[in-house]
């Protein structure tokens, strides 16, 4: 999926750039974007090692277990085949908190790690499972009960009353989050054992013993 | 609002060290351990993320963003999102620091306090930066094939668009 995305963005992109004569502009673009993903990288990269840093050592005083027992009624909604107090169960409650109270930079750290112990359990480590991608889903809608930058734009351009949009913000989230949700789920029922993910197996196999 | 939120952090910090120091955990191994078990993730993640930096400088750069933005009102209209804000729509799942300069444009063009405006914001505090998570996430736990994670994020980010414009105007009249 995303190697068809990027793709089809960067053949659309010469194209349109051939047609609109702004071949230069994309050329320089495209020059100085590599350094701009470094620049990237090395800035959430450092709260990324700093976060798992944090959350390994709230992990050793206990602490995640405590939260994972407070979110345990919502995780076993989400995620029915998760066990309570598991690895997973404690990493998924520490991304969900961190979500909440929009600590962007701490939740990532704790939602890969969730990923990762979920896809142990799966026979294939490279095809998402259905929990992984719940997960993913999760994370790429706005939890955050307080936006921050937003808010803190609209202050800077002059508004009468930066937080106003709080109320829209929670209803826009929950709407947007349920139908995620609803969507996987009901996705997830039509996936199993697709004829599909199993001829995508191939190929990479293959490709493993060339290399 | 910024006092409550710079707390935020620090308090986070200042209970897990204390709680730690209260359980006796060797603070300074588990703090390591868990600084060199981030880099692996960083290490993991860094191919994609260059790609996908490239390839969205080239959409924007190119004139595609405004190209498709144009080609895409007649749709957007006729789902309620205005016309206008298409750019921010397109652009926010793919780029976070781009959507926050297109927002801002808006902000300054309509008034923070306009309907557009609010709608925007609601857009932006509502939504996340999903193709950037999902190429996040799959790269640093090893996934190839995300399956139906990409279709499913969009869907509940159209919905997030669609819902900003219904509770401003049902919330903000």
Known sequence: ?211 | MSFLSNLVIPLVLCAIFGVALVQKVDILSAFSHGVLEGLKIVLDMFPALMLLTVAIGMFESSGALELLSRALSAPAVALGLPAELLPLTLLRPLSGSGALVVFENTLSQYGPDSLLGRIASVMMGSTETTFYTIALYCSAAGIKKSRYAAPASLCADLMGFCASVMAVRILLP
Do not use: H
């Open chain 1, 1 to 211: 999926m995303l190697n068809v995305l990027i793709s089809a963005i960067i053949l659309f992109s010469f194209v349109t750039a051939w047609c609109g004569g702004r071949m230069e502009q994309m050329c320089t673009r495209l020059l100085a974007s590599p350094q701009k993903a470094v620049e990237l990288t090395v800035a959430i990269g450092c709260s990324i090692c700093f976060w798992s840093g944090i959350m390994e050592t709230a992990q050793r005083a206990g602490i995640l277990k405590t939260l994972s027992n407070f979110f345990a009624p919502l995780i076993s909604v989400l995620f029915p085949k998760l066990k309570k107090d598991s690895a997973g169960a404690q990493a998924v409650c520490t991304n969900l908190a961190a979500n909440l109270l929009g600590l962007g930079a701490a939740s990532a750290p704790a939602g890969i790690r969730a990923v990762q112990e979920f896809q142990k359990d799966t026979p294939d480590k490279t095809i998402a499972s259905d929990s992984s991608i719940l997960m993913i889903l999760l994370n790429t809608a706005s939890l955050q009960l307080i936006p921050t930058t937003a808010a803190a734009l609209r202050l800077q351009a002059g508004s009468a009353a930066p937080m106003e949009i709080l109320p829209a913000v929670w209803m826009a989230s929950a709407l947007s989050i349920f139908t995620g949700v609803t969507a996987a789920k009901l996705v997830s029922l039509f996936y199993k054992n697709s004829p599909l993910e199993r001829q995508t197996l191939r190929p990479n196999q293959q490709r493993r013993k060339t290399v």
